[in-house]
């Protein structure tokens, strides 16, 4: 937590600053100020866009830890991450009629030396385009009418705020949502339960949905 290296910590929201209060290793007041302009400055992505070849984003947000990331995020190893990833891209994305965007998440620091298996796999599909360039994000929302993603990570928040629909898959493995946030994002996205039995079917299905239906 920022709180537990510094004296003053501003946070988005109350719930983050009371989180930042409570923790036992806190050294800071944490206030709450607000969302910064650029992400209320997201809204202005929310034009549609005609073109089906950019209709779907998928914004993945599975990296590997290596000997890297804090054990405590997530409650799977790598190989069953690329797992998880793999059987998304195979069981949905590859199946569906249209061509699907593929943004990895973005790796400052490589895990492993060797090609990711995943990437590979990625790019060999004839109707998924994988984006090469290591561009955030944000600068790309405004060219597609809905989009995927998964995992209770600050990337959610440049999603949300476009005000397109967002299509969020929930792991019990992969960073999973609160309680709370579950009822909240149920709400307000579409929601979808990884771990269902027919998960893979369900998903492909409602996103083979006209768009001007979800939309």
């Known amino acids: ?77 790598d190989y069953l991450s690329f797992q998880r990833e793999l059987g998304l891209v195979s069981n949905v994305f590859s199946k569906m009629t249209y061509t699907v965007s593929y943004k990895g998440y973005p790796e400052e620091n490589p895990r492993y030396i ?18 090469e360039d290591k561009v955030d994000v944000r600068y790309l929302l405004s060219e597609y009418n809905i989009v995927v993603t998964s995992g209770a990570t600050s990337t959610i928040g440049w999603l949300v705020m476009t005000g397109k629909p967002v299509v969020f898959i929930n792991w019990k493995s992969h960073m999973p949502l609160t309680t709370d946030a579950k009822k909240y994002f149920k709400d307000g996205l579409f929601l979808f339960d990884g771990d269902r039995k027919n998960f893979y079917n369900d998903l492909r299905l409602f996103l083979e949905t006209p768009r001007n239906e979800i939309q």
């Open 1 to 77: 937590f920022d709180s537990s290296a510094s004296d003053l910590c501003l946070t988005h929201t109350d719930i983050s600053s009371k989180v930042h209060n409570t923790t036992f290793f806190s050294h800071a007041q944490s206030i709450a100020v607000g969302l910064p302009s650029r992400l209320l400055r997201m809204s202005s992505c929310n034009k549609e866009n005609n073109s089906i070849n950019s209709s779907l984003l998928y914004v993945s947000t599975c990296l590997y830890r290596g000997n890297y990331s804090a054990h405590f995020v997530e409650f799977e190893n």
């Open 114 to 131: 060797d090609e990711d298996p995943l990437i590979n796999y990625v790019k060999s599909v004839n109707n998924i385009k994988y984006i």
